[in-house]
């Protein structure tokens, strides 16, 4: 049984993909999400084995979530399915170790076999977008060469942990022992009311410390709060 992760924001396009899927008996659809804070709790709590999703979240960069992700669930592989075509995206994803991407445009009758194939080990890009995927690997290919001539250059290689991101650099960022213990729970997916009762605090202090180390780091939401305290290994001075 393959258990699959349904992360999208649109409604009827979420239930397509159910629909698709319950036709298949080797599949079981464990979670539903509709943005980044969700894929976090979802992939956090359940581990599978699948996670459908769009890159295009109202909370945060799907792409930039991704690393996180992987994180929490190391052998959960990625699905994107999307609209987008543009061969910048397509790098990012390539570059992240994604190795199925599926356009939304394409017969949903195609979902089960790139689910098959990812779940083996296989790769799967929709047709459409082939000859960008094959250009974004020699341009990766010309990359690595380039950085072997010095290893300060950036690499295009798969990256196999989370690296950080050139708008989120924590400087002099420090947490209080209270804000540690809150961010090591919501980089784990905790909801707020959860984070309350672990805590022993109110609903409002919960909110209130959120606001606070938004302000603190920069960020706009709580899911580019997880995603800034990893980048930038602050989750390990949270631990300490």
Not at 29 to 50: E, N, Q, T
Not at 58 to 75: V, W
Not at 141 to 156: E, F, H, L, R, V
Not at 191 to 217: F, H, P
């Amino acid at each position: 049984m393959i258990r699959i992760v349904i992360v999208e924001e649109k409604e009827l396009e979420q239930k397509l993909v159910q629909t698709t899927l319950a036709f298949h008996s080797d599949f079981e659809v464990v979670g539903y999400g509709k943005d980044g804070f969700d894929a976090l709790i979802l992939v956090s709590k359940l581990k599978p084995d699948i996670m459908i999703m769009d890159t295009r979240l109202s909370d945060t960069n799907g792409i930039e979530l991704i690393p996180l992700l992987k994180n929490k669930s190391p052998h959960t592989a990625f699905l994107i399915l999307t609209s987008l075509t543009e061969e910048a995206h397509l790098s990012k994803i390539i570059n992240l170790g994604i190795t199925a991407y599926l356009l939304k445009e394409t017969d949903m009758d195609t979902l089960p076999l790139a689910i098959r194939t990812l779940h083996k080990g296989g790769h799967f890009f929709s047709p459409k977008v082939h000859d960008k995927v094959f250009h974004t690997l020699l341009d990766m290919i010309k990359t690595n060469k380039a950085s072997d001539k010095s290893s300060s250059s950036a690499t295009a290689t798969w990256p196999q942990g989370l690296g950080k991101t050139r708008s989120q650099k924590a400087v002099n960022v420090k947490f209080s022992t209270v804000e540690q213990q809150l961010i090591a729970l919501v980089v784990q997916g905790y909801s707020s009311e959860e984070i309350a009762d672990r805590l022993c605090l109110s609903g409002g202090t919960v909110r209130n410390y959120l606001s606070a180390m938004l302000q603190k780091t920069g960020q706009r939401n709580r899911t580019q709060l997880a995603m800034f305290v990893v980048n930038n290994g602050l989750l390990n001075q949270s631990r300490k």
